[in-house]
């Protein structure tokens, strides 16, 4: 395991892949991630995002370029541990008979030998990641019969056991209700403060301004890579999801018709993002004028 201090900086550097059927899922992708930082992985369907996460992750080659991770390759982050994975609920096997347990202590198989037996320090740490996305009261139910919300906080404390550096989190708020989303954002604000790099697909547009620094706009290549509030911007999104983003303009407050405010709500049918008169993202107007007032 690395110390919390390791930068361990995502490079991701004019990377292709075709898979052998000969389809290029992505080409000439290139962004950088740095230690202590969320970033957004925004695209429609099919625009090579699982194929991105499959790349940090080791589980395709590039045909071209290159990912590093604290200036090492991936196969090498890999068998360190460095990169942890929490999937999209389509991806597991609910009716696979095993315990919330079970599920955080696979985050810890990498540091184990070829029996699997879990040493204290293993079950220490699978305890705390469970404390920590607060589902340790239900270590011994099986993993299918939980809520969705609470599916993805076992996941997430999986990522936490494993002790991973960077998170990939697939669609981490599709199927949870407000409160969890709220409570998933805390966590991974936690994390970042940790140091850990966290990489988030979302089709949730309106939360990404709210906790993600910075994003990737994605369609088989990198669109638009920066800090959110410069590319979260109506051309970027139209750029992205083209006819599928669906666009309304209010002119007007139907609350308080002097308000003077006008908004663009563009939403792929998750949370809608809110861009102001002149472009700009509502929720950071809105959060720096309750820092103002607060101070
Ligand atoms: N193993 C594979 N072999 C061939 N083509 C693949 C393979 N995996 C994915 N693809 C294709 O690559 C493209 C990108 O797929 P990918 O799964 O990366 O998209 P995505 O952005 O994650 O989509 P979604 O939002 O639907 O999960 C798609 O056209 C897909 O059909």
């Known amino acids: 395991m690395t110390s919390k201090s390791t930068s361990l900086d995502v490079h991701v550097s004019d990377v292709t892949?075709?898979?052998?059927?000969?389809?290029?899922?992505?080409?000439?992708?290139?962004?950088?991630?740095?230690s202590g930082s969320i970033c957004a992985l925004v695209g429609v369907n099919g625009s090579g995002k699982s194929t991105l996460f499959k790349a940090i992750m080791g589980?395709?080659?590039?045909?071209?370029g290159s990912v590093t991770i604290g200036g090492r390759p991936v196969k090498e982050a890999q068998k360190k541990s460095w990169?942890?994975?929490?999937?999209?609920?389509?991806?597991v096997d609910w009716t696979f008979p095993v315990s919330v347990w079970d599920v955080v202590m696979m985050g810890r198989y990498g540091f184990m030998n070829f029996l699997r037996t879990p040493r204290a320090e293993d079950k220490r740490l699978v305890?705390?990641?469970?404390?920590?996305?607060?589902?340790?009261?239900?270590?011994?139910?099986?993993?299918?019969?939980?809520?969705?919300?609470?599916?993805?906080?076992?996941?997430?404390?999986?990522?936490?056991?494993?002790?991973?550096?960077?998170?990939?989190l697939d669609e981490p708020f599709t199927g949870v209700d407000v409160k969890t989303e709220a409570a998933i954002i805390e966590l991974l604000r936690e994390l970042r403060e940790a140091?850990?790099?966290?990489?988030?697909?979302?089709?949730?547009?309106?939360?990404?301004?709210?906790?993600?620094?910075?994003?990737?706009?994605i369609n088989r290549t990198v669109l638009a890579f920066g800090p959110t509030e410069e590319v979260f911007t109506q051309a970027n999104l139209t750029l992205a999801f083209g006819g599928?983003?669906?666009?309304f303009q209010?002119?007007?407050?139907?609350?308080?018709?002097?308000?003077?405010?006008?908004?663009?709500?563009?939403?792929?049918?998750?949370?809608?993002?809110?861009?102001?008169?002149?472009?700009?993202l509502e929720h950071r107007l809105a959060e720096e004028r309750k820092q103002g007032e607060d101070s």
């Not at 589980?59 to 071209?64: E, I, T």
């Not at 990169?83 to 991806?91: D, L």
Request: hydrophobic share 35%; aromatic share 6%; glycine share 10%.
């Open 17 to 34: 892949v075709t898979y052998n059927n000969g389809h290029t899922a992505l080409h000439d992708a290139s962004f950088h991630l740095r």
């Open 195 to 217: 140091g850990h790099i966290m990489l988030v697909s979302t089709h949730n547009l309106g939360s990404v301004p709210e906790f993600c620094d910075q994003v990737v706009l």
């Open 127 to 168: 305890r705390e990641s469970l404390e920590r996305v607060k589902m340790w009261d239900f270590r011994d139910r099986q993993i299918g019969e939980l809520s969705g919300g609470q599916k993805k906080r076992v996941f997430l404390a999986r990522a936490l056991a494993q002790g991973g550096r960077v998170i990939l």
């Open 250 to 280: 209010f002119d007007q407050s139907t609350v308080d018709e002097t308000d003077g405010r006008a908004v663009t709500l563009l939403t792929d049918d998750e949370r809608p993002v809110v861009l102001g008169r002149g472009g700009h």
């Open 244 to 247: 599928v983003l669906r666009q």
């Open 59 to 64: 589980f395709v080659r590039p045909s071209r």
């Open 83 to 91: 990169v942890a994975y929490v999937p999209q609920s389509e991806e």
